[in-house]
């Protein structure tokens, strides 16, 4: 069995991001009706104070995919990582950037 890769930890004054920040995180899944919600509500469960009208929306060309640009308030690099986590963890997602 695999173990996770845990990523090693940086200190706060070599890190590149700055906390608390405003952070764009790329998310992208198929275009069906359960998509969006779900991700809307994965976004506020990690930030409460997430606003759906900052969300990004954009179909791919063929309009099988949409890909979603969801900008949450990072506290922590270990806050970030736990989004992270959780958007590449559900079912729904095929891609995070």
């Known amino acids: 069995m695999n173990e ?15 906390y608390p920040c405003a952070f764009p995180i790329k998310v992208m899944g198929l275009h069906e009706p359960p ?8 976004a506020i469960q990690h930030d409460p104070e997430f606003d759906a009208k900052t969300l990004e929306l954009r179909p791919s060309s063929g309009g099988k995919y949409m890909g979603l640009t969801i900008t949450v308030n990072a506290t922590s690099r270990a806050h970030l990582d736990g989004i992270y986590r959780a958007f590449t963890g559900h079912p729904l997602v095929k891609y995070v950037l």
């Not at 996770?4 to 700055?18: A, G, N, Q, R, T």
């Open 4 to 18: 996770p890769v845990v990523p090693p930890e940086i200190p706060p004054e070599e890190s590149l991001i700055k």
């Open 35 to 42: 998509f969006l919600e779900t991700m809307v509500a994965l």
